[in-house]
């Protein structure tokens, strides 16, 4: 006998915002299985307005609105018991981000929360991510966003150090993290990582996703330093419309892939990490995991 439950994550990005649905199976004796539903992502760049303005614009509050609303209704369509609502850098640092929320909770009838780089790398920890970690090995875990990257550096599948730089995709499209971010960052890898061998990564994040797609590997395989230097490069030739024309990349995505493949790159040659592993988790599974275990 099987007992299905539906729950739901909304992840308020600064590139994206997204809707994740996951049909959770129970069975007497078993694990639950967490089995996508259904998933649906909006290209509404929160970030360009809350990084280079310090607000969000009216046109996109609108756009959100509308995105909120179709969220609930597509809840309501499959049914979903629980939700929760998350949003990250760019409602954070917006200043009108607070009432915006609250536009949204009178326009849409959804809850959204705000919260904090560490709040968020916590909730993509309750992901199947503690399921990956081989005992004998050291990983630095990388989630790149539109303007925050969360390091977590684990070892012996335990969390040793954690911190949330604020240098993200959108950002370096808009020339906003300076050297010393830049510094920060290398020094805080260096120092975190100095006293550990064989460092390997995992990425996550919707850029390393799609380049992990792109390369046709097999989803325990990693992926090399060689080969992310070489797509850098080789992405980096192409236009925005040859990225887009060519390789069938969306508008969105399109842009932002390269400073994220800079910051992977970055990463891995700090900490000395030859390979990256993308096991394609994210903030909506970690949401609706923490939800399920009563983690949030």
Request: proline share 2%.
């Amino acid at each position: 006998m099987i007992s299905i439950k539906k729950y739901a994550a909304i992840d308020i990005g600064s590139n994206a915002m997204r809707l994740l649905v996951v049909n959770i199976v129970e069975q007497e004796g078993k694990d639950p299985q967490f089995n996508k539903s259904a998933l649906v992502r909006v290209p509404i760049r929160l970030g360009q307005d809350a990084f280079t303005v310090g607000e969000i614009s009216e046109e996109n509050i609108s756009r959100m609105c509308d995105a909120m609303k179709a969220f609930n209704l597509l809840m309501k369509v499959h049914k979903v018991e629980a939700y929760r609502a998350f949003a990250t850098s760019a409602m954070r640092e917006a200043y009108n981000g607070k009432e915006v929320a609250a536009l949204i909770k009178k326009r849409a009838d959804l809850k959204i929360e705000i919260i904090d780089g560490k709040k968020e790398a916590a909730i993509i920890a309750s992901t199947d991510l503690m399921h990956l970690l081989e005992k004998d090995q050291n990983y630095l875990f990388v989630d790149v966003g539109g303007g925050s990257t969360e390091f977590t550096l684990f070892s012996n599948g335990k969390i040793v150090n954690s911190r949330s730089f604020k240098a993200g995709t959108v950002r370096l499209l808009n020339n906003m993290v300076c050297d010393v971010v830049w510094n920060e960052i290398e020094k805080w890898i260096k120092t975190n990582t100095e006293d550990f061998e064989d460092i390997a990564l995992i990425g996550s994040g919707g850029n390393i996703n799609k380049l992990f797609k792109m390369s046709g590997k097999t989803q325990e395989k990693p992926l090399s330093y060689m080969y992310m230097n070489s797509q850098y490069t080789f992405l980096d030739s192409l236009t925005y419309e040859q990225r887009i024309s060519e390789l069938g990349l969306n508008p969105d995505r399109a842009d932002v892939i390269i400073p994220a493949i800079r910051i992977y790159l970055n990463a891995m040659k700090w900490s000395g990490a030859r390979q990256i592993y993308v096991p394609k988790i994210g903030l909506s599974d970690g949401i609706v995991k923490a939800m399920y275990y009563g983690n949030i």
